[in-house]
């Protein structure tokens, strides 16, 4: 059985960090690309940032709302995939899910994802 499960989420202040990091098990996600959603109140799912499934690209893809305060990585196992969230914001507030898409590079289409896990919730206070 396949599952993704997200860890990390919680409360901080405007300016502070979170570490989001998700776990994929069930099979073997060496060959698949990890990517990061959120989705706010009444918005619609939106692209976060993704990484490809190859070990020699390990740059990340951003949304540009997020470039250059968020960063993707993966662990060295494959299984796991990390979200470093620094400089948030209100506008940062929803629930991320994580996302494996197997063979991608980490695109910003939902549906070029086949597993999602149930999130994990994140609130930036002002």
């Known amino acids: 059985q396949v599952q993704l499960v997200e860890s990390g989420g919680g409360l901080v202040q405007a300016g502070g960090s979170l570490r989001l990091s998700c776990a994929a098990s069930?099979?073997?996600?060496?060959?698949?690309?990890m990517g990061w959603f959120r989705q706010a109140p009444g918005k619609e799912r939106e692209f976060v940032a993704g990484?490809?499934?190859?070990?020699?690209?390990?740059?990340?893809y951003y949304a540009d709302s997020v470039k250059g305060r968020f960063i993707i990585s993966r662990g060295n196992a494959m299984n796991s995939v990390y979200l470093q969230m620094n400089s948030l914001k209100p506008e940062d507030t929803a629930v991320y899910y994580c996302?494996?898409?197997?063979w991608g590079f980490g695109a910003a289409g939902a549906d070029k994802y086949e597993y999602w896990g149930q999130g994990t919730q994140v609130t930036v206070s002002s």
């Open positions: 069930g099979r073997d996600f060496s060959s698949y690309a």
């Open positions: 990484i490809s499934w190859r070990v020699s690209d390990r740059r990340g």
């Open positions: 996302a494996a898409d197997q």
